[in-house]
């Protein structure tokens, strides 16, 4: 029987402070060996749990792709416990990863699909997971246009910014980033997600809507996506909730029937119409 | 096969030379369930333990693994108890809320190593209840006071002895391995007629509770009906069905442990979310998780009803808030208050 709750030994590489206001970093823990890598088999959209040996565990969703091999990278905000012990580590220490945990976006459904991704804040990680995946060559031809909307409250706050850099000029992806208000030397879109999405996303024909950020920003972009003719089954969520084991025991995370760690965190706008909205 | 009422301390202590035994044990005005040294400290007076022995495997607080982390890595030990045990005299409603929590702890993607190791490795000779309390309502929740689910022996109290009824491969081995003598024609007919004069007469209606609850979770019903609730969990910490826990770290530098500890639904940190958010705002949504988990959710999941009809929610309710007269209001909810 495998134990679910055994973390797997990590070494951090790297602590990046990712955000301006130096409240998310993005870590980079490298696995010890092969074998440890080959154990932990991930598709975009999944998470962990990360564990500060003598602090505790937290779940974060991966921001890297199981395209990119020998390490796994979380962005993180320092909010609890957990986050801030991990925001104070040192390169070189030894955190612990339990999972892969929960399902993944549907990757097999979206081929021959466009694909609108749309972010915000600092929920933009699994989808920046989503999206290095997708553009992946030997995955970029099974997706037609893709398309990702990225929203923050302003230009210091968004993640990966280089990264955005690079896909800003890759033919491959259409990138519209936008902030809350104006600020000098940003070249970028004004405005907040939903009206952005309003009239930036593409045609909802052969199109699939994935959505992932704060939930004030969730609940003025659904009614966009609907009136621009994306059916529920066509709009997909990752949802949050607060989590222990990861593994639907420990009783905190449903919605509804379902648990956020088991059944999701992955979920259609359809599947959640029949849920209440514990979330 | 029966067992005389004075064998019963020479038989538990033969268990005790192979096994960990645990069995109810009177402590200051409680009686819970103890591992026991000496076949003589049993005590089957008692209705029912103030615990139930879901305890036993799924401790209130449990040592999953400890750590030593290095420079090169860590050191992760997982702690596993692998004791091969007996439980003697559990009541059929604890004994049979073990079966429903194994959907939980062996779920269609994930294995549970702790409990289902202790639940392998043991043998439940259950007791059954010849006068059930007038707050016992197991036959209204698909049990009864002579239920065998999750038993391997079950005894049945005809006054100077048990009758023993097999009801597992294990159960078997272990009456045979203790020679139990045969019982006679006349013990088997006792035995019979203690099972029937045996009536719960606590009777709670749930027809159509789920039809209800599978369309009422907006109705007006949740803003009145927790009211009384303080929110202090005991209902949960007593609950042979609850299953909910917390992951901790106990560790000093590089050495530590991880541990589990029972938690609630009651409690307002339970679902509070890092950036302050919290799903479940105040006692009204913690309530109705609780009447929806174990009435709508676990039904919907595993097709069973997660309660057993122990009682014990409501003998220790410090507000005396019934779970009978819930599931009552409940089934009787209308979509608007007027209505």
């Known amino acids: 029987m495998k134990n679910p709750y055994l973390p797997l030994p990590m070494k951090l590489v790297k602590n990046f402070t990712e955000t301006e206001d130096k409240l998310i970093h993005t870590f980079t823990l490298q696995f010890l060996s092969e074998e440890d890598e080959k154990s932990f088999p991930y ?20 921001a890297s792709s199981p395209t990119e091999p020998g390490f796994l990278k979380f962005s993180i905000a320092k909010v609890g416990v957990v986050s801030t012990a991990l925001h104070l580590m040192e390169e070189g220490n030894m955190v612990g990863v339990r999972g892969p945990l929960g399902n993944y976006y549907p990757v097999d459904e979206l081929k021959g699909k466009n694909v ?15 999206a290095t995946y997708m553009l992946q060559p030997e995955h970029r031809g099974d997706y037609g246009d893709i398309t990702v909307i990225y929203g923050a409250r302003n230009p210091g706050l968004l993640l990966y910014k280089e990264e955005l ?34 009239e930036v996303a593409p045609s909802s024909e052969n199109t699939y809507a994935i959505v992932c950020g704060p939930p004030v920003m969730i609940k003025f972009t659904i009614p966009v996506l609907e009136k621009l003719g994306f059916p529920a089954n066509r709009i997909i969520m990752s ?26 965190p992955v979920f259609t706008r359809a599947q959640l119409n029949e849920l209440p909205g514990e979330y | ?39 003589t400290d049993v005590d089957l007076t008692a209705a029912n333990t103030k615990l139930p022995a879901k305890e036993i495997f799924f401790p209130q607080s449990e040592k999953l693994f400890s750590y030593n982390v290095t420079e090169e890595g860590a050191k992760v030990e997982e702690t596993l108890d692998e004791q091969k045990k007996v439980i003697f005299g559990v009541r059929p409603c604890d004994a049979r809320s073990l079966v429903l929590l194994d959907n939980v702890f062996d779920n269609d993607k994930f294995q549970d190593p702790y409990y289902l190791t202790k639940r392998a490795n043991t043998i439940m000779i259950g007791i059954g209840c010849n006068t059930p309390l007038s707050t016992c309502f197991c036959t209204s929740v698909n049990g009864s006071p002579f239920d065998t689910k999750g038993l391997d022996l079950l005894l049945v109290d005809t006054g100077d002895a048990y009758v023993v009824e097999v009801i597992s491969d294990k159960g078997k081995a272990l009456a045979e391995q203790a020679s139990l003598a045969a019982a006679a024609d006349a013990d088997k007919i006792a035995a019979a007629k203690v099972k029937e004069a045996a009536t719960v007469t606590c009777q709670v209606n749930i027809d159509g509770l789920k039809d209800k609850l599978d369309v ?70 913690r309530y109705r998780q609780r009447i929806m988990h174990k009435f709508k959710y676990f039904v919907d999941n595993f097709n069973e009803i997660a309660c057993v009809g122990c009682g014990r929610c409501i003998n220790n309710c410090p507000v005396n808030l019934d779970i009978r007269v819930v599931l009552e209001d409940v089934r009787g909810s209308e979509a608007r208050l007027d209505s």
């Open chain 1, 239 to 264: 949802l949050e909730n607060r989590m222990k084991c990861g593994i639907g025991m420990c009783g905190r995370c449903n919605v509804g029937g379902k648990y956020v760690c088991k059944d999701g």
């Open chain 1, 165 to 198: 850099a690079a896909w800003d000029q890759n033919p491959n992806i259409n990138l519209v980033t936008t902030i809350d208000s104006a600020v000098d030397g940003w070249n970028g879109r004004v405005g907040f997600i939903p009206s952005v999405t309003e």
């Open chain 2, 1 to 39: 096969m029966i067992i005389s009422k004075k064998d019963i301390p020479g038989f538990l202590d033969k268990l005790i030379s192979e096994y960990q035994v645990f069995a109810p044990v009177q402590e200051g005005s409680f009686t819970l369930f103890k591992p026991i040294s000496s076949g």
């Open chain 1, 43 to 62: 598709m975009p959209g999944q998470f962990a749990e990360l564990c500060v040996f003598g602090k505790g565990e937290a779940p974060f969703g991966m």
């Open chain 2, 216 to 285: 009422n979770f907006y109705w007006p019903i949740w803003d009145k009906i927790h009211e009384k609730c303080l929110g202090c969990g005991a209902c949960t910490y007593l609950c042979p069905t609850c299953h909910c826990f917390d992951i901790v770290d106990d560790a000093k530098d590089c050495n530590g442990c991880r541990v589990r500890n029972w938690d609630s639904c009651a409690f307002p940190i339970f679902t509070l979310h890092g950036s302050g958010h919290n799903p479940r705002t105040s006692n009204k949504e």
């Open chain 1, 116 to 130: 609108v991704i749309i972010g915000g804040g600092f929920a933009f990680t699994t989808l920046r997971s989503l």
